[in-house]
């Protein structure tokens, strides 16, 4: 009986011998091999650390950072190789991921709205309509509702930094040298005009759900379009709006066509202030109903006024000129690749240029502060969105 369970005890021994010399004894932390569905993330976290690191795919560098989120557009097997660069413990681990067509067909429109936060403006309240009572959660709700799939609802941002933030049900891909998604709004051509008449640019920033959450709490990055650069361009702008005061009195321009000059008062980083009026047109409350804050404040990059009076002074004929390129609400719906954004032009908030693999999550902000007499603010609208790589 002694003899017997010694024996038994030394072959266990020798058993877990034989093991750890084919099992290593710390675990890396990444399986041999993955199989996941085409635009959807991989998040590869390794357990070991080294000095420096290399990611490879199909033998091609593709980070060196230590952790590394895989994505691919096109179905097929992707060879990938994580290396740790060290003097101690230098490793190479090769691996393969099979990408695979998803399961459920995929929509190119915008599957979700996580955000809508509109600035004041004479189509707040309205596009999408407050009813009494509605929450943030609501007025969210209903901006969905209004611009997912192909509903084609406008949703007004309001005047300058009023915003909106959207998503798919996949990972928008950043193919390059390719435009990867597209914007609709309501931007038209005057009458013979190629440049313009009704453009109210929408800056558009990108960012990637980074923490694989769903939610968009992850870096933003802004799209540099054709202004980024003009020296006129105020970048850090801040612009804060204050609830109508009730005592105010109330002033009509002498066309009658603005009702109350002096309704929602607005101060800003540049020392300015001013006023959007409400107008005979729109009679609703234009500060965001659902809110109690008695003020509103929003940070971004500022456009140059883009509105020509063309009245000579009198207020009555203003020309909005569209920007070249890189905007929403800012060319027409029918000049596809000018409403198209390329997630290469992302950069960070220094103004570098920033290499996303692809983006979750997408915001739009209206970009200008102006207002042009009986048209009342310029404010950015959209409709619909659509990723260009799904057909
Ligand atoms: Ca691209
Ligand atoms: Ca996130
Ligand atoms: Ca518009």
């Known amino acids: 009986m002694k003899a017997l369970k ?3 005890i030394s072959l266990l021994s020798a058993l877990a011998a034989a093991c750890s010399e084919e099992i290593p004894v710390v675990n890396l ?6 199989t996941i569905e085409r635009m959807t993330k991989l998040p590869l976290q390794p357990a070991l650390t080294g000095q420096s690191y290399c990611w490879r795919v199909n033998g091609e560098q593709v980070s060196t950072d230590r952790n590394y ?16 660069i060290d003097p101690e413990n230098p490793m190479r681990f090769d691996f393969d991921v099979r990408v695979v067509h998803e399961e459920v067909e995929y929509s190119p429109y915008i599957a979700k709205v996580y955000e809508y936060c509109p600035a004041p403006g004479q189509f707040v309240n309205v596009m999408p309509e407050y009813s009494d009572g ?13 611009i997912s799939g192909t509903n084609d609802v406008l949703v007004s941002l309001g005047g300058f930094g009023g915003y909106i933030t959207f998503g798919f049900d996949h990972t928008v891909i950043n193919i390059p040298g390719q435009k990867d ?9 005057e009458l013979g005009s190629t440049n313009g008449g009704s453009a109210e640019p929408g800056i558009v920033m990108v960012s990637l759900d980074t923490n694989c959450n769903g939610l968009p709490d992850d870096p933003w990055y802004e799209l540099a379009g054709s ?7 105020i970048h850090n702008y801040l612009i804060t709006y204050h609830q109508p005061n009730p005592n105010r009195e109330i002033v009509a321009d002498r066309t009658g066509a603005l009702t109350d000059l002096y309704y929602i008062p607005w101060t800003d980083s540049e020392g300015q202030s001013g006023y959007i009026a409400k107008n005979q047109f729109h009679s609703q409350d234009y500060f965001p109903k659902w809110l109690d804050s008695s003020t509103l404040t929003f940070s971004g990059t500022l456009l140059p006024p883009n509105a020509e009076d063309r009245s000579g002074g009198r207020g009555t004929n203003f020309f909005l000129a569209s920007y070249p390129w890189g905007y929403a609400d800012n060319k027409p719906n029918d000049e596809a690749d000018l409403c ?30 102006q207002y042009c007499g009986w048209i009342g603010e310029t404010s950015t609208e959209i409709t619909r969105a659509a990723d260009l790589h799904i057909q």
Do not use: Q
């Open 340 to 369: 198209s954004f390329d997630i290469a032009w992302a950069v960070d908030p220094a103004g570098t240029p920033i290499a996303l693999p692809g983006i979750d999550f997408v915001r739009v902000y209206t970009g200008v502060n």
């Open 6 to 8: 010694h024996i038994s």
């Open 227 to 233: 202004e980024y650069h003009n020296p006129l361009t």
């Open 134 to 146: 509605d929450t943030y959660a609501d007025m969210v709700r209903k901006a969905e509702e209004s």
């Open 69 to 84: 989120v895989f994505m691919a557009a096109d179905e097929g097997t992707y060879h990938l190789s994580f290396e740790i």
């Open 181 to 189: 998604f597209r914007i609709w709004g309501n931007a038209f051509n």
């Open 29 to 34: 932390g990444i399986d041999d091999s993955y």
